[in-house]
């Protein structure tokens, strides 16, 4: 066992170091590595526990994708999300089962069992994604759709595997009124489920006074929901994701439900959280967790290639992979086309399809004594495989030779009015100040920097018209300093080389000069990320002080 865990710990360490100084995907590297070294070491301690290892690595994966998402931007994008990933997948299935029916490809098989071949091929891997996506400057909306589409397109097609798609191969007769009242039953039972241990998780944290406790808790919220709701035949990445989801819901409102709650006092709502400190520290602990629980989940997918089996089946592989693609081609470019953005995000979106190791745990889940096994088995993995491989390949590449008119997307998200990329990097006439764009860039060179030379910057935040702004930027931003815009109405002012002991005569002085606005300070912590310095800038505004200082 403790050489297993030291061949992993060196898979991690060579894979990140080649993906720091190449660029290449963390995934493609580990899953060479893995199976290369499988030829040298005994690793079949993973290939025989592959299911049970995939179960015990997903709620570690889905913390840190979860509190990732704004609840803010998922609840206003929630008819795109519902779409991508309920009603695309529905339809994605149907049309991958009728073609392959009626055009006899697959002669052996019924349409229950195309169903059970093709429905684990619609759960897609968000942690793939997202490690792609944060190598780009990408429009936060196609982030939100790519990665929301991820994490829940994966509770629809375990709920269509399990509910559906299973007792029909089996041969059981399903009414749509049963069918209607387990999917709408299994859903709700999940998402009390979640709510009940996101509170019980909140409360605990919250009253937690050791950092360990506190990590405990988060793990085992995330644990507990999953395992109750998979024992109660409920889904447990819905739970998961929905404790998580009110986990990070109830320490953003803490405070805010004085007036509007009279329960509030007994639910320990009504006051604000002591432990938002803590929070922020497990976010970014929580990633680590995750990077390694997702190199474990490849590095057990790597053990279980079989080359052989994937040489036999390759036609079949081939063709559900061709098919699968081309369908969610067509899915995305109907939904593309519909909210109106710019055409070519359908070809990122498609390309975003990789599947991951909770369409093996579907396929693998089938009895020893299923017909097929093999067959799926084999063809699940070369999907997974492909797609991998293939749309990683792709996805960088495109979005490589993309960036300019990604750029010019994410200024229209902005309402910056460009014609040309050159554009974006001037400042803004009347300021001076550098758009939200740029802005952001100079943000994660700096957090790159200080991060490197474990050096501290701060970035003071405030409210103020052009002509405000204007003033500010003459007279106030000192040589070596970064003026620039957080959205339409908000100015920040980054500071390298500054701690907060620096800053407090200059905040006062700074308020003065937008006319005793309120000010929002963030001072750069190590390991924080770029969203994590935004959480805490607009997390400063809605404190009553006038001045508001979060680390």
Sequence with gaps: ?????????????????????????????????????????????????????IYLMLPIILIPDVLGLSSNEL????????????????????LAVGISYFSNYFETLSLAYLLLLFTPLMATDVVSVGAIFTKFNLPSHLKLYAEGESLFNDITAMVLFFFIALPLAHGDDILISSLMTLTLSTVFFSLVLGLGFGFLGYFTFNNSRDNLEEFITVYLMASFSFLLAEHFKLSGILSVIVSVIAFKYFFNQAGHYKKRNIFAAYLHLNKKSNATLSLRAYIKE???????????????????????????????????????????????????????????????????????????IMVISLGDDFLYKEMFVTTTLGVVILSIFVNTFFLMLYLHFNKEHLLLDKADEHHIAISDVKEIFQKEPLTKAYNEIIFEDLIENEIERASRYNQQFVIVAFHATST?????GSSMVRKGDYFGKLDAYTYAILMPHTSLEDILGFSQRLELATNNASLSIAQYMPNDTKELIYEKLFSGFAHKNKIAIEI
């Design 1 to 53: 066992m403790l050489e297993i865990f030291s061949i992993l710990l060196t898979l991690i360490l060579i894979s990140k170091y080649i993906e720091d100084r190449t660029k290449v995907s963390f995934v493609l590297i580990i899953i060479v590595l893995a199976y290369v070294s499988s030829s040298f070491f005994n690793l079949s301690l993973l290939k025989e526990n592959f299911h049970s290892i």
């Design 75 to 94: 609840k206003e994008n929630k008819s795109s999300i519902f779409f991508l990933s309920v009603i695309a997948v529905f339809a994605s299935i149907a």
């Design 286 to 360: 929580s990633h680590y967790l995750g990077f390694f629980a997702n190199a474990v989940i490849f590095t057990s997918i790597a053990t279980v290639i079989d080359l052989e089996l994937l040489f036999r089946y390759k036609y079949e592989i081939l063709y559900v992979f061709v098919l699968t693609t081309a369908i969610r081609y067509l899915m995305m470019f109907l939904f593309i086309n519909y909210k109106k953005h710019p055409l070519h995000w359908t070809n990122i979106l498609t390309l975003s399809g990789m599947k991951g190791g909770l369409a093996l």
């Design 468 to 472: 405000t702004a204007h003033a500010v």
